[in-house]
């Protein structure tokens, strides 16, 4: 299934209008509809075959709390799906997907990791800088912590003036953790996946390039934005693309990107040289993972400017404000982001 959350503008009391957060799963018989999880589980309780499961702990809150609770949700939500694709769910449980905004399935992951796991961009950007591979991407996947409090999902992306230099994208896939754990082995790591996004890591070139002179890895050439979505995709609505092999799963599908309507990249999920599964274990190593948390692939061969540059594909074209950047992975959907710049003002904190 394929889960979202939204803002829907409602009516207010007092002047003007309240928007509302809200987790929603996409119609199978509608693509263009989302069913309102709140309500719609409130609807299915109501009938005579489930009404004496209801919900234990009450509705999901948001996105993390149904992850946290998957196994009481995600069985009434595939029955809700079919009876969805029967005709038999009311009219009224639907929500046009245009009426409403989409933001990042989750919007405040417990943390966000990033990956460097396609073999194809990491020799790619070391050669365009006159070094050799390094021997040690083949023994062992790596990971780095990102923002996990700069998501966004679909929409405009703010970038301030320094980190407009060089301004890239890097397409990519995303998990996230369904069941924690510790020292989770390869050969059951999928197990604790429980879904799939779309992953823009927008990296800021000339900053990330400075600081990482410092031998400390990218922190504000990352930190300023990474948006997700615009859908959660369940691990099992993926099974049909899935590839099963002894260090885990991959995934037979097609990531493009797309800049000002212009196809900048093209590669496929499955060429990642480390499967999610093997990024599972060595992140387990030691740490117990949580529901929740977010963990990127990497770039994938010809995913951003730095790379295509790099190798001549393209001619210093980097990112600046009013473009439109676009991911595409085959199931996954598109995500959309718009570059604005924004103002250098002093914000306080709540």
Same mark, same amino acid.
């Given at each position: 299934m394929k889960l979202v959350t939204f803002i829907a503008p409602q009516a207010s009391s007092s002047a003007g209008a309240a928007s509302a957060e809200k987790i929603g799963?996409?119609?199978?018989?509608?693509p263009d509809r989302i069913l309102e999880i709140g309500q719609s589980l409130e609807w299915l309780?109501?009938?005579?075959s489930t009404a004496s499961r209801g919900t234990a702990g009450g509705l999901p809150r948001?996105?993390?709390?149904?992850?946290?609770?998957?196994?009481?949700?995600?069985?009434?939500?595939?029955?809700?799906?079919?009876?969805?694709?029967?005709?038999?769910?009311?009219?009224?449980?639907?929500?046009?997907?245009?009426? /409403?905004?989409?933001?990042?399935?989750?919007?405040?992951? /417990?943390?966000?990791?990033?990956?460097?796991?396609?073999?194809q961009h990491v020799e790619a950007a070391r050669r365009n800088r006159g070094v050799p591979m390094i021997p040690e991407f083949d023994h062992f996947p790596v990971i780095y912590f990102t923002n996990h409090l700069a998501v966004s999902g679909p929409g405009p992306v703010l970038v301030q003036k320094l980190a407009q230099d060089k301004?890239?994208?890097?397409?990519?896939?995303?998990?996230?953790?369904g069941k924690g754990g510790k020292n989770i082995p390869a050969s059951r790591a999928d197990e604790h996946i429980f879904g799939y996004m779309v992953m823009n890591d927008w990296s800021a070139r000339t900053l990330q390039m400075e600081e990482m002179k410092l031998n400390l890895g990218p922190a504000k050439g990352k930190d300023f934005a990474t948006t997700l979505?615009?859908?959660?995709?369940?691990?099992d609505e993926l099974a049909a693309h899935a590839i099963a092999g002894p260090q885990g799963e991959r995934h037979n599908l097609r990531m493009r990107a797309y800049v000002n309507g212009k196809q900048v990249s093209d590669g496929n999920l499955k060429d990642m040289s480390w499967t999610f599964a093997q990024i599972v274990e060595r992140t387990s190593y030691g740490v117990m993972l949580q529901p929740g948390e977010v963990i990127g692939s990497g770039t994938v061969g010809t995913g951003c400017f730095l790379e295509l540059n790099g190798s001549k594909i393209t001619d210093n074209w980097w990112l600046k404000p009013g473009d439109e950047v676009v991911m595409e992975i085959e199931a996954l959907g598109r995500l959309v982001n718009t570059v604005v710049e924004a103002p250098e003002t002093y914000v306080p904190g709540l």
């Open positions: 799963v996409i119609s199978t018989k509608h309780t109501t009938l005579a948001d996105m993390l709390d149904l992850i946290r609770r998957e196994d009481e949700f995600l069985p009434q939500l595939r029955e809700l799906l079919k009876l969805d694709a029967e005709g038999k769910v009311p009219a009224s449980l639907h929500v046009a997907a245009s009426a /409403v905004q989409l933001i990042s399935p989750i919007p405040r992951p /417990v943390s966000m990791r990033d990956g460097y796991a396609f073999r301004l890239d994208f890097e397409l990519e896939a995303a998990i996230v953790i979505g615009p859908c959660l995709v369940t691990r």
